[in-house]
C-alpha cells in the first residue's frame, strides 16, 4: 500500500512528530484545503443556525423572541459569515486549493509556506470577527455592508468585525496571488492556456478579482476606522465627508466579489457537465473567454446598488447598460454548457444532478437580477425581499449549489472513498424542493413591498413568511442529511479508485488514490484537450507507470 | 523539502524531454508575485488619491488654503532623502548581482539611514503642525472648532496618508534588517537574491507613492492660499 497525502506531509517550521501538529503546519495544498473546508462549514452552520432564528422570529408578525436590535445583529452576523468567512473563500480556497494544482499537474502551489500563512491568517481573521459576540457593546448591527455613517455612529463594537474583514480580504489577496503565479508558472510542459481545464480558467479569473479588488475594501474599512476612532471626517456629513463616497468604494470591492464567488462556481459546472456528458464541453474558448470578460465587466458594474443613494442620472443609465452586459457572457456558459448536454450520453450521478439544479435556479436568480438592474423598477425593489430573494437564489442556488457539486464530484479524489449515491440523490431532492420553497415566495412578498432586514411585518405578509419557514426546515435537513452522507462515505465508504467517473481532466490521473504527497509521481506531457471524449469513451490513456499516452 | 531539488522531466509522445517547472529556486515566479502583491499596494493608495480627488473637487478652495499651510521645505527635503534612499537600495541590489556582498551591505545600511532620517524628519513637521493645534482628535480638527469642513478633510486624508506611508517605511526599514541578517547567513547570495529584489521593489514602490504623496499635499498650495491664481 503506498503513502497517500494522509499519511505524510511537507510542514512549515522543522518536522514535528506527533500528527496533529504536522496537520496544523502543513505546506500541502490538499490538508490546507480540508482544513479551510472544515473551518468553513462550521461557521457555514453558526450562520445557518442565525438564519433559522430570524424566520422563526419572522413566522408570525410582531416580536416574539428577538428583539429588534437583536434581530439587527443576527442578519449581520448572517452576512458577516456567509459573506467573508463563507462564501468569498469558499471555492477557491477550499477546492482551489484542493484541485487546481492536480489539474495543472503541479506538485502545490507556488508558494506553500504563503499558503500555510493564508491559511492561519483567514483563521485569526474569523476569531477577530466573532470575538465582539462576547464583549459589552455586543456583535455590529449594520449589515455586512457597514454602511456610513451609521457604522460611524452605532454604539456597537463595529471596529472588530472592520478589522476581520481587512485581514479576512488580506488573505483572500494573498491566496489569489498564489494561486495567479501558481497558473502562470505551474503548469506541466505542453499545456498551454487554451489546454486549462475550465475549474482552472474560472480559479484564473477569480484571482484577478480578488488581487484587483479587495485592496479597495481593505483601504476603505481602514478609512471607516479613521472616521469612527480619529474623526477624519470622511464618511461623515456633520464634518463634510460624504456618505455616499463610502458606499462607492465598498461597492468596487463588492460587486466584482459576487463575480470572484461564481466563477470558480462555474468552473466547477464546466468540469461536471462534460464529464457526465462524457462528451467534449461545447464551446471551450467561449466559455473561458467569457470567465476573464465577466471578471472584466464586473468591475464596472457597482454603480447598480446606488440608484436610490443619490447618483447623477447619466451615471445610472450607463450603470445599468453596463449591468446587463454582464448578463451576456453568463448567459453564452449557460447556452454552452446546454449545448454540451445535447446528444451526450448523461449519467444522472448526485454531481450532476446538483449542476442540473443549478442550472434551474441560477437562471431565475441570474434573471431577476437583470430585472433589479432597470433603473425603475429598482426604485421599487430596492431592498425589499425580492432583492433578498435574487441573491440568495444567485449565492445558495449558484455559489454553494455548485460548491456542493463540487464536493460531491471530489469527494473521491480527496477521500479515496465513494459516498453513498443513492443517499446523496435524496439529499439533493430535499434542499433542491426546499430551497426553492424557502426562497420563491419571497419574490412575491417583495414585490409586494415586504421590506428586507424587517423583525416585524403587516399580517398580510404572513402567508409567504410562513412557506419559507417551511422551505427553511426541509432545506436545512437536507443539509444536515448531507454532512451525514459525506461522513458515511469517508468512514465506511467503498474505495473508489483513481477515476470513478472517467473524467478526463489530470485531477483524475494520479498514482494512488488518495493521492500521494506530491501528487503526480511523474507529469504528464499535455498535448491534448481537457474533455476529449469519442462514443462516450475518453480519448486521453496513460501509461501510469511512465505516464506518456497510449492511445 | 530536503537535499538538493532536481527538477523532473516530462517525455511527450515523440520522446522529447520538456522541463517540469516546480515551485522550487522558481525566480521568476517570486518576483511575479512580489509585483502582483504590489499591484494591491497602488490600489490601496489609489482609492485614497481618489477620495482626495473628490474632495478636492468640493473644496477647492480649502484644499488650497491647507495645502499652502504645510511646511515645504521640509517634505522637499524629505523627497530628496527618498529618491536618494531609492538610488542607494538600487546601486546595492546590482552590487549583489555582480558579487559585491560587502559593498551590497553597506548600500543597505545606507538604505535604512536615509529611511530613519525621513521618519526623523516626519516626526519633527508632524510635531510643528501638532504645535499650531493640527493633529487627528486635537485642538482645530475637533468637531467643534471653527476651521473649515475642507480644511479638516484635507489634514485627516493627510495624516492617514502620510501616516500610513510612514507605517510602510517602518516594515521597510524592519525587512532591510531582515535581508541583512539573511545576507549574513548566507540565505541571500548573489546565485540566490529574489528575497534582496523583492525588497528592493517594494523599496521602490515605498518611494513612488511618496512622490505622488508630495505633490498633491504639498505642492498644490505652493503659490499662496490663492494657488498662484
Not at chain 1, 481593505?218 to 476606522?225: E, H, K, P
Not at chain 1, 449545448?339 to 448523461?346: E, F, P, S
Not at chain 1, 504528464?524 to 505516464?547: I, S, W
Request: hydrophobic content about 50%; some cysteine.
Amino acid at each position: 500500500m503506498s503513502k497517500t497525502y494522509f499519511d505524510e506531509t511537507h510542514c512549515a517550521i522543522g518536522h514535528p512528530k506527533s500528527k496533529f501538529m504536522q496537520w496544523m503546519l502543513t505546506v500541502d495544498h490538499k490538508r490546507i484545503g480540508i482544513m479551510y473546508a472544515a473551518v468553513m462549514f462550521f461557521y457555514f452552520f453558526i450562520a445557518v443556525g442565525t438564519a433559522f432564528m430570524m424566520r422563526l422570529e419572522l413566522l408570525a408578525p410582531g416580536g416574539q423572541f428577538l428583539d429588534g436590535d437583536t434581530f439587527n445583529q443576527a442578519f449581520t452576523l448572517h452576512g458577516v459569515i456567509m459573506i467573508f468567512l463563507f462564501i468569498i473563500p469558499g471555492v477557491p480556497a477550499v477546492l482551489g486549493n484542493i484541485v487546481m494544482p492536480l489539474m495543472i499537474g503541479a506538485k502545490d502551489v507556488s508558494f506553500p509556506r504563503l499558503n500555510w500563512f493564508t491559511f492561519w491568517l483567514y483563521v485569526v481573521g474569523t476569531f477577530i470577527a466573532l470575538a465582539s459576540l462576547f464583549t459589552d457593546a455586543g456583535f455590529a448591527d449594520t449589515g455586512w455592508t457597514f454602511y456610513a455613517p451609521y457604522s460611524i455612529n452605532t454604539s456597537t463594537n463595529v471596529i472588530f468585525t472592520l478589522v476581520a474583514a481587512f485581514v479576512l480580504g488580506m488573505a483572500s489577496i494573498l491566496t489569489g496571488l498564489n494561486f495567479l503565479v501558481t497558473i502562470h508558472r505551474l503548469r506541466a510542459p505542453g499545456m498551454d492556456f487554451w489546454k486549462m481545464p475550465l475549474f482552472v480558467w474560472g480559479i484564473y479569473a477569480t484571482a484577478w478579482i480578488q488581487l484587483l479588488a479587495t485592496p479597495v475594501v481593505g483601504i476603505t474599512l481602514i478609512l471607516a476606522i479613521m472616521e469612527k476612532y480619529f474623526g477624519i471626517g470622511i464618511f461623515d456629513p456633520a464634518k463634510g465627508g460624504d456618505p455616499v463616497l463610502f458606499e462607492h468604494l465598498f461597492w468596487i470591492y463588492s460587486h466584482p466579489a459576487v463575480y470572484l464567488m461564481i466563477l470558480p462556481a462555474f468552473g466547477i459546472m464546466s468540469e461536471i457537465i462534460p464529464t457526465f456528458s462524457r462528451r467534449e464541453v461545447f464551446g471551450y474558448r467561449a466559455i473561458a473567454i467569457s470567465s476573464a470578460s465577466i471578471a472584466g465587466i464586473g468591475y464596472l458594474v457597482w454603480g447598480h446598488h446606488l440608484y436610490t443613494s443619490g447618483m447623477a442620472d447619466t451615471a445610472k443609465i450607463i450603470f445599468s447598460f453596463l449591468t446587463f452586459f454582464v448578463a451576456i457572457p453568463t448567459g453564452i456558459k449557460f447556452y454552452d454548457w446546454v449545448a454540451t448536454m445535447y446528444k451526450g450520453k448523461i449519467i444522472l450521478a448526485t454531481p450532476m444532478l446538483w449542476a442540473l439544479g443549478t442550472i434551474i435556479t441560477f437562471t431565475i436568480g441570474g434573471l431577476t437580477g437583470v430585472t433589479i438592474a432597470m433603473i425603475g423598477v429598482d426604485i421599487h425593489l430596492q431592498d425589499t425581499y425580492y432583492t433578498v430573494a435574487h441573491f440568495h437564489y444567485a449565492m445558495l442556488g449558484g455559489v454553494v449549489f455548485l460548491f456542493f457539486a463540487g464536493l460531491h464530484y471530489w469527494f473521491p479524489l480527496v477521500t479515496g472513498k465513494m459516498y453513498n449515491e443513492y443517499h446523496g440523490k435524496i439529499s439533493f431532492y430535499l434542499q433542491f424542493v426546499g430551497f426553492n420553497l424557502l426562497w420563491f415566495p419571497m419574490f412575491i412578498a417583495g414585490y409586494y413591498g415586504m421590506p428586507r432586514r424587517y423583525f416585524d411585518y403587516l399580517p398580510e405578509f404572513q402567508i409567504y413568511h410562513q412557506v419559507s419557514f417551511l422551505g427553511a426546515v426541509i432545506f436545512i435537513t437536507g443539509l444536515i442529511y448531507m454532512f451525514v452522507v459525506f461522513y458515511k462515505g469517508w468512514t465506511k465508504g467503498e474505495p473508489s479508485g483513481t477515476n470513478p467517473w472517467n473524467a478526463t481532466t489530470l485531477e483524475w490521473h494520479l498514482p494512488t488514490s488518495p493521492p500521494p504527497l506530491e501528487n503526480h509521481s511523474k507529469v504528464p506531457y499535455v498535448d491534448f484537450n481537457p474533455y476529449e471524449y469519442h462514443h462516450g469513451q475518453p480519448v486521453v490513456k496513460f501509461d501510469y507507470k511512465t505516464m506518456q499516452r497510449i492511445d | 523539502m530536503s537535499g538538493p531539488y532536481v527538477p523532473e522531466i516530462a517525455i511527450d509522445r515523440n520522446g522529447n524531454e520538456h522541463i517540469v517547472q516546480g515551485w522550487q529556486g522558481d525566480f521568476y515566479g517570486g518576483k511575479l508575485g512580489f509585483w502582483l502583491f504590489m499591484f494591491t499596494e497602488v490600489l490601496m493608495f489609489g482609492a485614497m488619491f481618489m477620495a482626495l480627488a473628490y474632495y478636492n473637487t468640493l473644496h477647492p478652495q480649502d484644499f488650497l488654503d491647507a495645502s499652502a499651510s504645510l511646511n515645504r521645505l521640509l517634505g522637499g527635503i524629505n523627497t530628496v532623502v527618498l529618491l536618494i534612499s531609492a538610488l542607494t537600495m538600487g546601486l546595492g541590489l546590482l552590487n549583489m548581482r555582480v558579487g559585491k556582498v560587502k559593498e551590497a551591505k553597506q548600500m543597505i545600511w545606507a538604505t535604512i539611514i536615509l529611511a530613519t532620517l525621513f521618519l526623523v524628519i516626519k516626526g519633527f513637521e508632524w510635531r510643528a503642525e501638532y504645535n499650531h493645534g493640527i493633529f487627528l482628535m486635537h485642538d482645530q480638527l475637533l468637531p467643534e472648532s471653527s476651521l473649515a469642513l475642507g480644511q479638516k478633510l484635507f489634514f485627516g486624508l493627510y495624516f492617514t496618508m502620510t501616516g500610513l506611508h510612514g507605517f510602510h517605511i517602518i516594515i521597510g526599514i524592519g525587512l532591510m534588517i531582515w535581508l541583512l541578517k539573511r545576507i549574513n547567513a548566507q540565505k541571500v547570495t548573489p546565485d540566490h537574491h529574489i528575497l534582496y529584489w523583492n525588497i528592493a521593489l517594494y523599496w521602490d514602490i515605498v518611494h513612488l507613492i511618496w512622490v505622488f504623496v508630495f505633490p498633491y499635499y504639498y505642492m498644490i498650495g505652493a503659490g499662496g492660499a490663492t494657488g498662484g491664481h
